[in-house]
């Protein structure tokens, strides 16, 4: 569990790095500059938040937050204040085992989400971690808007070693997801992963295509765990809280694969969404390669975002 | 939701700022702490918002505050007077080299921008324009990628050029350039790989293709949706390749779109065209007005500030209008229509709204030289106020100065006097045109 741990910490440390520099750097000053916390202290310790990507509002309730344990535990230092912060957005985003239940049952994965998120790749890395989990893996290519989507998903049905239900371009997306379950009973398929067109979540016919999708699995699939997950690219500003608001109305949403954790951007818009609407990342993707998807870990995502080095982070759990 | 509670909070504290006459710095810095937050709630980056608030600051102390706006209202109406300056650049379009030169276009950025739909249509738009692209699918490593430029090559009606994922883009690009000059295309648009900006190795084949086939342009193509990361990666984009432009996508979606304002002020280099939808027309030339208020999102305060410069224009024009009648129009006066006429979107769209010309207002739009109206205007600037306001105390020695003051001959002082005495003898003879009645509908005038 430790050596899994690191993998993903270092990983996501040396992908999170640049940028995050000068926001650790500001913030290691923020809390060695002040000797007092003060309305300046929490000044600035918004604006470093908002510019990790957190958003003003998910910002201003996590100062809430803040402000109310210092005041009840009496803190005076900045030091303390900061394990506090860094406790807080940990305890909110923490996953549980339970949050993974589909992975273990028969399941239908649903995954949606707008225009280049990394829908199509990141089920081709998640089939081939479910496969290396023992499981019967079907994919059902349910883009046939646009151009080459199925031969994508194909070339990772392929090399993740697992079966794909295809549907030619230009077919109606549901149709391609009813054959699929169809395939998914006769083959008895641990669990099936339906791709599907990426679309922004302000048009409206789109989205009621995406309620229809969604209603065919829950209604033809019944012995079967839906989950649905919604891809937020973790480059994405203040936009993915809306887009996750909009794919909620269309289907009730389990949870979110955050992506392109990689470059330097700090995801953490995955913070106000789940701030705002409660909904848990569970996995993030760190790379372009198969093997780039890993399940989400609050006390990692959170070190990287703040950089606290691994050990004091065990430590601190005493 | 964020956005509205943030707009409301803003009318809260632009009610508290009463009075009129000047801004003082207590209404600007409040002013522009809302104003802050609107603009990182619409993702502009952080240090971007600061720098960009510190220079509004120094120009809105001591402002004017316009009759019917409050001093917070006002502040809006300079910031989105400097935002639409920030996002604007003289380039609106790609000076492509005449005839069967062949003109070299590269598209880069992050994964899942949207690339190579956007090579497509940018194909399709200059194949419109009556130019001949050829498409490079140089995009060797996603899944699949080579056959979606095909695909919607195809569908545009477009020669796509591709040697299929084992060679190297590099080559690609070369082996289309010869292809491109041996039937004869013109334009060349090389579509990329997705890459991250901190991935040297995938940077550097960017500078190498570059380098191999002198690419002209290299655009970079920017999720409208992109958060506070776009300054580092416009600014790695930059530094490590160099880019000419820039195309924002995805606009057709609900984003506030900040990272525009944050990629401009970056890199410095216009942003030519706008992403606005999956279908393969859907690209649009970039207006810096529109994403302004976009990214300003203040449609309430926005409107009040168009009606009341309407009204403000109305007023100043019946003020002119008395003025003509009793003769004592003056250069101050000549000035403000010129404004006047440029907020109106230029010479253009005022003979269009002068009736009777008809079909002549292309021939007189022809005859007016922009460059001239420019000069005319410095000319005016140089003059001291008691100049402006009494033209005829204007003996040689002063119009020496003024000339010298505008960096034009003596003779444009000259002739631009003898135009104002013209018109104001024009004038005269024409009482009907400056009635307002049956004269200009919009009770503007032309300052010649
Ligand atoms: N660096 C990086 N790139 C990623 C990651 N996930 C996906 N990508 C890339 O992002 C781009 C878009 O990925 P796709 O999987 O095609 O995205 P999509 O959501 O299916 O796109 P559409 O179906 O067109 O809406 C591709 O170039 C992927 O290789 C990631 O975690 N890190
Ligand atoms: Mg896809």
Redesign the interface.
């Known amino acids: 569990m430790a050596e899994k741990k690191k993998g993903l910490f270092s990983r996501l440390v040396s992908g999170l ?3 995050r520099d000068n926001i650790v750097a500001g913030f290691d000053s923020l809390f060695l500059g002040y000797d007092v916390i003060d309305d300046d202290f929490y000044e600035e310790l918004e ?1 470093i938040l ?4 957190i ?3 998910a910002t201003t309730a996590i100062l809430d937050d803040l402000k109310e344990k210092v005041s009840e535990q009496h803190i005076r230092r900045p030091q303390e204040c900061r394990q506090l912060l860094i406790n807080s957005i940990k305890e909110q985003m923490a996953v549980g085992e339970a949050d993974y239940e589909f992975e273990n049952g028969r399941s239908v994965v649903l995954v949606i989400g ?5 829908k ?1 790749t990141s089920i ?1 890395k998640l089939a081939s971690l479910l496969k290396d989990d023992g499981k019967r893996v079907i994919l059902a290519a349910a883009d046939t ?5 199925v ?2 998903l ?3 049905a392929d090399r993740a070693g697992v079966d794909i239900i295809c549907g030619q ?1 230009g077919a109606d997306p549901a149709s391609v997801v009813y054959d699929a379950v169809a395939a998914a009973k006769a083959r008895k398929a641990d669990i099936l992963i339906c791709d599907t067109a990426g679309r ?3 048009k409206k016919n789109l989205m009621s295509e995406l309620n229809k999708i969604y209603r065919i699995l829950e209604k033809e699939y019944q012995d079967a765990i839906l989950e649905t997950l919604v891809v937020v ?1 973790g ?8 887009q996750a608001r909009e794919f909620s109305e269309a289907a009730k949403i389990n949870g979110i694969i955050l992506t ?1 954790l ?5 995801g ?2 995955a913070v106000a969404i789940q701030s705002e609407l409660g909904i848990p990342v569970k996995y993030i993707g760190v790379g ?1 390669k198969i093997d780039d998807l890993q399940r989400f870990d609050a006390d990692s995502f959170v070190n990287a975002l703040f950089e606290v080095p691994e050990e004091s982070s065990d430590r601190e759990e005493i | 939701m964020a956005f509205e509670s943030l707009t409301e909070k803003l009318q809260n504290v632009f009610k508290k700022l009463r009075g009129k006459g000047r801004l003082t710095e207590e209404d600007v810095k409040t002013a522009l702490k809302e104003v802050k937050m609107a603009l990182l709630e619409a993702d502009v980056n952080f240090k971007v918002v600061k720098q960009f608030t510190k220079s509004v600051q120094e120009r809105a102390v001591g402002a004017d505050v316009m009759n019917g706006l409050n001093p917070g209202q006002m502040v809006v109406k300079i910031v989105n007077e400097e935002l639409v300056s920030l996002m604007g650049s003289d380039m609106k379009e790609l000076p492509l080299k005449p005839g069967s030169e062949i003109t070299v276009i590269m598209l880069a950025g992050l994964q899942g921008a949207g690339k190579t739909t956007t090579v497509a249509k940018l194909g399709g738009l200059l194949k419109k324009n009556g130019r001949k692209p050829l498409l490079v699918a140089a995009d060797v490593y996603r899944a699949a990628a080579i056959k979606q430029l095909q695909v919607n090559g195809e569908k545009q009606g477009l020669t796509v050029f591709s040697m299929g994922d084992k060679i190297s883009p590099v080559n690609i690009a070369k082996g289309a350039l010869e292809y491109a000059r041996e039937n004869q295309f013109n334009v060349v648009l090389i579509d990329t790989a997705g890459r991250l900006h901190v991935d040297e190795e995938m940077m550097q084949e960017l500078s190498d293709i570059k380098e191999a086939v002198n690419v002209d342009f290299t655009l970079l193509v920017v999720d409208a949706m992109t958060g506070q990361d776009a300054v580092n990666v416009a600014k790695a984009f930059t530094d490590k390749v160099g880019i000419d432009g820039v195309i924002v996508t995805k606009l057709d979606g609900d984003t506030r779109g900040g990272a525009a304002l944050s990629i401009k002020a970056v890199t410095g280099t216009p942003i030519l065209y706008a992403g606005m939808g999956e279908k393969l027309n859907d690209l649009e030339p970039f207006y810096p007005d529109r994403m302004a208020s976009r990214i300003l999102g203040m449609g309430d305060v926005m409107s009040l500030i168009e009606k009341v410069e309407a009204s403000v224009d109305k007023e100043q024009a019946q003020e002119m209008q008395k003025k003509f009648k009793k003769m004592d129009f003056d250069f101050n006066d000549y000035l403000t229509s010129m404004e006047q006429m440029n907020k109106m979107g230029g010479i253009g769209s005022i003979l269009n709204m002068l009736p009777g010309l008809g079909g002549k207002n292309k021939d007189i739009e022809g005859m007016i030289d922009e460059s001239q109206l420019q000069r005319t205007k410095s000319i005016i600037l140089s003059m001291t106020p008691a100049e402006r306001s009494n033209p005829s105390i204007l003996n040689l020695s002063r119009k020496n100065r003024i000339a010298k003051g505008a960096g034009v001959d003596i003779s444009e002082v000259n002739r631009l006097v003898k135009q104002f005495e013209q018109s104001k003898k024009m004038m005269k003879q024409m009482p009907g045109l400056m009635s307002g009645k049956s004269g200009m509908r919009g009770g503007f005038r032309l300052p010649f």
């Open positions: 790095s640049k940028t604006e908002v510019m990790a990507d958003g003003i509002n707008v225009n280049g998120v990394g199509t081709g808007f646009r151009a080459a989507a031969e994508q194909s070339q990772w371009e922004l979540h302000n690219d480059t994405t500003g203040q936009n993915a809280l809306v392109k990689d470059g330097t951007a700090k953490g818009i372009e």
